[in-house]
């Protein structure tokens, strides 16, 4: 019980806590700009509480982001991150983070409306993906759909293309001709891809509000299966409610590796609802459900969430949420039953 | 009577001028006149160049003035707020958002001398040395 209310005081603490700490001409979230070049981040703190497993209070991301916007051909991007540094755990010990290369591309103008990278980037597949960054994001556990059953990274190459006035906005190509470069440790990221070869096609609704559909196909390497993946994405504004979707549907085929995990279904399925309201611009309350199939899992896991989310300011927001997952659990969820809070900031 | 009533006119009228706001751009810029369409382009980064292949810069004052709010309500139809969680979103995606300047005459000293570069000062002001390319009501 002592420990359950740890999340609970940790959110209490997040609202008197003083929102803004600006210099003089620097406003929290805008970033720096140095010369063609602009240096951003954010930091996410969190506390967690899962039934059954110590509480701990982690620092789950700290990333640094710049890109330069130096001529046609040079624009290059990179993004390093502190991922899961333990602060404080229950019952004692730590567990020290990992500094990972999330991204590190160059963009070409080969047009006004082309343009070629060349890099490590995150895969185009759903938005979820896209836009992890906690910040950003109105809750704090992710989704198995938005990450499990492709690779969110792809090192290669790939085309974006802007088509302009059409239903379709934006469309983009990418293939990983081999594995991914700066590869995650397993901790982070169990599965592993290679040979990946993709699309993502975007339809805007409105500034904010999108439709999108992608596929991915490659080779898992930790089982030698191959995959084809489809995926749809929906973000739909009404008034203060927002809803927002993702679905995939994944085939596996091919001899498993001996020794790794069974294949149960030749299928790997998710996909989760979300509906965000706004009751102040500052105030929201988050609902969330998921299911998703693994395909080497027998049965589903399906989660509930319920979340608060409190925005003082643009780049800053705390966040509570209680999770409750039922269904079956494997030593890879990141998905289980209990408390979360967490203070994210853009800077 | 009447000319209490000319004084309360001449003062709506200063009023409504006060709430107004010119975009303006850098003499390199080639257009005379910008559409809010092309105003959106450019501020949500879907538009890099001008006719004339020079970057666009676009220019943004702090969040909190009074002038963001005028122009995120005027040319987006959005808050400041939902407005400033798009910019982060591009920003993440590795999109540079609009530099920020912190007044008027700041906007204007940016504007006339980094080519290519467009801004929005409020309508009171008589800028200098730059294009006025629209008068947002």
Known sequence: MRYTLFPLIFFQLMLVFPTTCQAEKYELGQGWDIDKYHL??????????????PAK???????????????????????????????????????????????????????????????????????WNLMHAAPLIPIITRPYTTARGFG??????????????????????YWQPDEEWFRRPKSLAPRSFRNLFGGHVNMPLSLIDKVGASFQSGQLVETGETFNLFGFNADKSFGRLKLESELIMAHFSGMVLPGAATRFHDRESGIFWL???????????????????????????RSTLLAFAYRPSIPVVWKLEYIHQAGESASFSTIKTGWKAALAVMF | MRTLL??????????????????????QVPSATISTKQLVDIYSSKRIHWENDIKVVPVNRESTSSEREKFSEAVFNL???????????????????????????????????????????????????????????
Not at chain 1, 275 to 301: C, N, V
Not at chain 2, 86 to 111: E, H, L, M, T
């Open chain 1, 275 to 301: 509906a965000d309201y706004s009751f102040t611009p500052k105030f929201h309350g988050i609902l969330e459900w998921e299911r998703y199939q693994d395909h080497t899992m027998i049965m589903p896991s």
């Open chain 1, 152 to 173: 969110a990274y792809s090192s290669g190459i790939s085309w974006i293309h802007n088509v302009g006035e059409s239903v379709i906005s934006d469309f983009q190509l």
């Open chain 1, 57 to 127: 209070l982690e620092v789950d991301d700290l990333s640094l982001f710049a890109n330069g916007r130096v001529n046609r051909w040079v624009n290059p991007f990179l993004e390093v991150e502190l991922s899961k540094q333990t602060l404080i755990r229950q019952g004692g010990g730590r567990v020290n983070g990992d500094i990972i290369i999330e991204r590190f591309y160059n963009d070409t103008e080969l047009s006004e409306n082309d343009i070629f990278r060349v890099g490590k980037i995150l895969s185009p597949l759903g938005d």
């Open chain 1, 40 to 53: 951003s981040g954010y930091a996410n703190i969190e506390v967690v509480d899962r039934f059954g497993a």
């Open chain 2, 79 to 137: 808050s400041p707020q939902a407005l400033g969680e798009y910019w982060n979103r591009q920003k993440f995606q590795g999109k540079r958002p609009p530099v920020i300047q912190y007044s008027d005459q700041a906007v204007v000293n940016f504007v006339r001398s980094i080519p290519g570069s467009i801004g929005y000062i409020n309508a009171k002001q008589s800028p200098a040395g730059v294009k006025v390319l629209l008068r947002l009501p």
């Open chain 2, 6 to 27: 000319l004084i309360l006119g001449f003062s709506w009228v200063v009023l409504l001028q006060a709430e107004e706001l010119l975009v303006i751009a850098s003499p």
